[in-house]
């Protein structure tokens, strides 16, 4: 068997997970693209993908999961530190002895007639000093080509661990059965550890992506003064070539993914503004030599949820999908062998087979209320395909944030942009955060939830001590520190109509904010910090859309009464952290009572 590695903590590890599996081999994961490709024939053979149309999607393969495995199982996810109070009142917790306990029994043996693959990856630029060394043990073929695209694999990843450290990320994941009762996510932070067991959705095992870059990442952040964060990273590049750099944190389903790949409307293009991807999804932060805070985007791909993708609300998202490709749970249009999904177009195939395998007429289909696609349907596309990637995504010192960015899904409360006063003020601005739910976490659709940074489902550690980690590395990084904001693209009217067009439309809000950054622009002070004057947004071009400057007064206006209602729900909202709530955010919300009079 060819080990990848000299380092005895890695042998070691992975010798005992074998002898617990019991899997009939071992392969080692060296990335090469001859064993990639004996393996994508041996999952076509087994039915676990299938060749999609190679001439207009070359590269390209389709997945279906099991019906009852199409998410994440947030109530299935845990925390297990010694002790409750670390993994704090929004994680579910359990005592990491018991846990092992638990699902000690349901690995022994479980890939007896199986194969294990032992995945060595590397978050982030190999050799950067902010990327960090995983390992996922797997017995899953679409999991090791999941990995490929999404993280740096084989092994140059153990470059960055050397013969000796034991600073990585285990990770043990097995199919089993799929069985949705015995399903379990389960991170071991003081272990730096990660198990999965009976499920074969992405987000569930795919451990290098929210298990290890956020929930793992978070704690070692913490304790290693650096931030993980569920953030986009993009640059802008002003017509005289400068580049500003953003990350913006949004909960699923409120374009998080469309504006890291924002392409300026016309009237920007036209004089030379670009915007270039950094990353989609999840940032890694850093103090940088000359004291400001560096990004990182951790990640090597895009795990995309497909409907809603189509050429108008994301080009690049889609170019991104057109070759080398993994389509998970989107329905296939078989007259060409492609892939079609809800918000594609508006022509779903006829002679379709939708997201569970069974052939049906797509129109009839979706005229009787039918998804072809599951809403939670993916993609995984490698991020060099994106037309916008940019020159620095493998810069391994990472790039210069001069601005972060929050936002959420509110019909009426907060307004279109706001900046906050100072660093303290953003992290309770970033720890109020709300919006809806969508398809991507199990459970009810469209309820309004909280959810601070939205990194609710991704904390690996008590939230409250998270906050005051965010205080911490505002003190650390005094005034280099980046400035904070809050967007909302979702104010609707009188008729649920959103207002703002929102798509590339959002560069107009991003331009005020790198300005604002900058020291460039100016602002009005306001009950929740300082905002754009309406003359401020740029809306040449928009009268078509009905933005005139009394629109633009109205997305800005801050409605007092709803802002008191708001301030009940987050005094509800900080019960939860109980004493362990930093001082500064209570006295945040008493200075935001005190300033809605």
């Not at 676990?48 to 109530?75: F, M, S, W």
């Not at 890939?111 to 050799?127: A, D, E, L």
């Not at 509110?410 to 279109?416: D, E, F, G, M, S």
């Not at 649920?496 to 950054?517: S, T």
Request: with cysteine.
């Amino acid at each position: 068997m060819l080990k990848l590695t000299n380092n005895p903590n890695v042998i070691k590890w992975v010798e005992q997970m074998e002898a617990l599996t019991k899997p009939d081999q071992v392969v080692w994961i060296d990335g090469s693209e001859e064993q990639l490709e004996a393996l994508r024939k041996e999952s076509l053979a087994n039915g676990e993908i299938q060749l999609l149309n190679q001439e207009k999607l070359p590269g390209c393969y389709y997945h279906r999961t099991a019906v009852n495995d199409v998410a994440r199982v947030e109530d299935r996810t845990f925390i297990c530190s010694k002790r409750q109070e670390d993994a704090g009142s929004t994680n579910n917790w359990c005592d990491p002895k018991e846990m092992y306990d638990k699902l000690t029994p349901m690995y022994d043996g479980v890939m007896k007639g199986r194969t294990m693959y032992v995945i060595p990856y590397s978050m982030g630029p190999i050799g950067s000093s902010l990327a960090k060394v995983g390992v996922e043990l797997t017995d899953s073929i679409y999991v090791v080509l999941n990995m490929h695209i999404m993280t740096r694999i084989g092994a140059d990843a153990f470059k960055n661990l050397g013969d000796s450290s034991d600073d990585f990320v285990r990770g043990l994941h097995s199919k089993a059965d799929i069985d949705p009762e015995n399903r379990y996510i389960v991170h071991f932070p003081e272990d730096n550890t990660i198990w999965s067991i009976n499920s074969g959705y992405g987000g569930n095992v795919l451990l290098g992506k929210k298990c290890f870059a956020l929930r793992i990442a978070s704690y070692q952040g913490k304790n290693e003064g650096w931030m993980a964060e569920h953030m986009l990273i993009l640059g802008i590049e002003k017509p005289n070539g400068e580049v500003t750099y953003v990350s913006a944190a949004f909960p699923s389903a409120c374009g998080k993914t469309n504006l890291a790949m924002l392409i300026p409307p016309e009237g920007y293009t036209s004089k030379g503004y670009k915007v270039w991807t950094v990353g989609d999804d999840i940032a890694w932060l850093k103090k940088g030599k000359d004291g400001r805070l560096y990004a990182i985007n951790p990640e090597n791909g895009f795990f995309g949820v497909a409907p809603g993708t189509n050429k108008k609300s994301n080009f690049n998202a889609l170019e991104s999908t057109m070759k080398n490709t993994i389509f998970t749970n989107v329905a296939i249009n078989n007259d060409d062998n492609t892939v079609w999904w809800e918000g594609l177009d508006k022509n779903p195939p006829e002679n379709a087979t939708e997201w569970k395998g069974s052939k049906v007429n797509g129109k009839e289909y979706t005229a009787e209320g039918n998804k072809l696609a599951h809403p939670n349907s993916r993609f995984t596309a490698p991020a060099r395909n994106c037309p916008c990637i940019s020159k620095e995504f493998d810069n391994p010192e990472g790039v210069p944030i001069s601005a972060m960015i929050f936002g959420g899904r509110r019909a009426k409360t907060a307004p279109l942009v706001y900046q906050a006063l100072d660093w303290a003020h953003g992290v309770f601005v970033g720890s109020i955060m709300a919006s809806e739910t969508t398809a991507a976490a199990s459970g009810a659709v469209g309820v309004v939830r909280r959810d601070p940074m939205a990194m609710l489902p991704f904390c690996g550690y008590n939230m409250a001590d998270y906050f005051q980690h965010w205080l911490d590395m505002g003190e650390m990084l005094g005034d280099k520190a980046p400035k904070i904001f809050n967007v909302n693209w979702f104010r609707t009217d009188d008729n649920g109509k959103f207002i703002w067009p929102g798509f590339g439309d959002n560069m107009r809000v991003l331009d005020w904010i790198i300005e604002r950054a900058a020291g460039d622009a100016d602002a009005a002070e306001t009950a929740l910090g300082y905002e754009p004057k309406p003359e401020d947004i740029n809306i040449e071009g928009l009268a078509a859309d009905g933005i005139t400057l009394e629109v633009v007064k109205d997305l800005l206006n801050v409605d007092i009464d709803l802002w008191k209602e708001e301030v009940s729900g987050i005094k509800e909202f900080y019960k939860k952290f109980g004493d362990k709530l930093p001082q500064e955010l209570k006295d945040q919300l008493s200075a935001l009572e005190s300033r809605l009079g």
